[in-house]
């Protein structure tokens, strides 16, 4: 059955780790040979090789036609992570969208430095403090921890934001921790 094969590799992304999704995320570009910003089964099937999560040829094709939600015979970014990513439940979604809202201080539904400002205090960032880095540098590689792997654009949208937390949650045994871990780590 095509889920019992997502929900394997879905499991064998996990076990590297809550980044386990992301990383993958990231393998995504790197699987992309010819730069569509999708990638047909034989890019996917020698992207996952590569990963190290081979799950042999015919669940590999049962995951490709799965994540294939528009029967155009290939993979788009968003495509691939909704359907890797671990089930959510509304109680975590809603935790996230309420950090998101907190860092989101335009309110126009994207994060970028502008909004980190008086938010995130990058004065005790370890290269903040040796003068390697400026205030603009470490805001950019906090948002580069949450944006696209595909597209490095400083600018973070909640979808992102989902798919980083989507493989901490997994990490996570319940609801009532997490919600805890998402309050606490950002003052909700």
């Not at 809550?18 to 790197?30: Q, T, W």
């Not at 996952?48 to 290939?74: C, H, P, Q, T």
């Not at 490095?152 to 997994?170: C, P, W």
């Amino acid at each position: 059955m095509a889920s019992d094969a997502l929900q394997e590799l879905r499991q064998l992304c996990l076990k590297r780790g809550a980044a386990g999704i992301k990383g993958l995320g990231r393998m995504f570009c790197i699987m992309d040979d010819d730069g569509s910003k999708s990638l047909d089964f034989q890019e996917f099937e020698k992207g996952l090789e590569n990963y190290g999560v081979s799950v042999g040829r015919e669940k590999a094709k049962e995951i490709f036609a799965m994540m294939d939600m528009d029967g155009s015979g290939s993979i788009d970014f968003d495509e691939f992570l909704k359907k890797l990513r671990p089930p959510m439940s509304d109680a975590q979604k809603q935790v996230i969208s309420q950090a998101f809202q907190k860092l989101d201080k335009t309110g126009d539904g994207v994060v970028t430095v502008q909004d980190l400002q008086g938010v995130y205090n990058s004065k005790h960032h370890p290269k903040y403090k040796s003068g390697e880095w400026t205030e603009e540098q470490v805001f950019r590689s906090f948002l580069d921890s949450f944006d696209s792997p595909y597209e490095k654009d400083g600018k973070v949208t909640l979808e992102e934001f989902i798919n980083y937390y989507s493989g901490v949650s997994a990490s996570i045994d319940s609801d009532e921790y997490f919600i805890t871990m998402m309050k606490n780590a950002w003052k909700l």
